[in-house]
Each structure stands twice: as structure tokens, then as C-alpha cells.
């Protein structure tokens, strides 16, 4: 039976393409390495990447207990509920997500997450448009600090997620550090 998610708030499953597009900007190495998803809803990243390379040790977040109970019966271990509780230490080689958006989540998810990297690592999120253009100090805070650090930004094409339910405009950001 197909899973339902119409009554999970702001959850928007990350599309295939758009996976896809992820792994290819975060260039997984060939190595096991370490990685984070702080978001990890029903798993649709965490099952491409487990697919695409080999890793070592996986952080995953989710707060919703419905998804929660789906990753732990796909046999996901997840370190928390809350990511942005989460200690900012330097620990993985990746990170591939989509956070939520709303009220600029997607901006503190992606700010708390570049602290995890350690030194190589790429980050790679699905992004509103919204804080690269928005007039607000968090906002400006945000692109100054992307900008700062060499953060490259492309935008999804329109309608990549409409398959998942929205059709919120996304952009996609790599960050190495």
C-alpha cells in the first residue's frame, strides 16, 4: 500500500530528479564516508545515497513520528528528533537534504549543518528562493555569509516538486569547506 503523507505539515518528499541532481553536485567519494540528512522524512535521500555509494557512519534527524516510524522500519537509526538541538560539531563528510522552509528553516538548518563538516566536506540542500532575495536581517545575514564562504547556488527547474504535492519554487546550494 502506497505511503500518505497529505497530513504531515510542510512535508514535501524530495523527487528523484532532484536526488539525483543532489548526489551528482555533493560528488560522493568512493571511500566510505560519513554523512547527515537533519531531515530525513521517509527516507527517499537516505535510500539514493545508500544505493549510490558506500558510507560509514549515518546521522539522520527526523521530528515527525510518523516518519520517524518509517525510517526505523526501513532499519534507519536515527540520532534525534530535533537537529537543531543537535551539537555543531565537525563530523561528516556530507550532507544531503531538504529541510523545511517555513520561516526561513531552511536558512538556520542550512547555517547549524556547514558547523558539522569537517574540513573537504560538501554540503548539498534544496533551498527556498526566498533567502537570496528577501530584504530581512536574516535573510541578508544568510547570503552575506553564503557568499563569504564561496556557497554555489542553481535554481530547480519550476515544478520539481510537483509530483510531491507543491510547486514551490527551489534552488539548489553547494557548500565546501
Excluded at 505511503?3 to 514535501?12: A, R, T
Excluded at 537543531?84 to 528553516?105: C, I, K, S, T, Y
Excluded at 538556520?108 to 526566498?130: C, D, N, Q, W, Y
Amino acid at each position: 500500500e502506497p505511503l500518505q503523507f497529505s497530513n504531515i505539515p510542510g512535508y514535501f518528499p524530495t523527487p528523484a530528479a532532484v536526488i539525483a541532481q543532489m548526489i551528482e553536485w555533493a560528488d560522493l567519494p568512493a571511500e566510505p564516508f560519513d554523512w547527515l540528512e537533519p531531515e530525513a522524512g521517509s527516507g527517499a535521500i537516505l535510500d539514493a545515497v545508500s544505493l549510490a555509494a558506500p558510507h560509514g557512519r549515518l546521522y539522520a534527524y527526523e521530528r515527525h513520528c510518523s516518519l520517524r516510524d518509517i525510517l526505523q522500519r526501513k532499519g534507519y537509526a536515527l540520532d534525534g528528533s530535533d537537529f537543531l538541538e543537535a551539537e555543531p560539531v565537525a563530523r561528516v563528510d556530507r550532507v544531503l537534504m531538504n529541510p523545511p522552509f517555513e520561516n526561513l528553516q531552511d536558512v538556520e538548518h542550512v547555517r547549524h549543518t556547514a558547523k558539522m563538516l569537517r574540513p573537504g566536506g560538501v554540503l548539498v540542500s534544496v533551498m527556498s528562493p526566498s533567502a537570496f532575495y528577501r530584504s530581512d536581517a536574516k535573510s541578508r545575514a544568510f547570503r552575506d555569509w553564503f557568499d563569504s564562504i564561496g556557497g554555489e547556488k542553481t535554481e530547480l527547474p519550476s515544478g520539481s516538486f510537483k509530483a510531491s504535492g507543491t510547486s514551490v519554487e527551489t534552488v539548489l546550494i553547494r557548500i565546501a569547506v
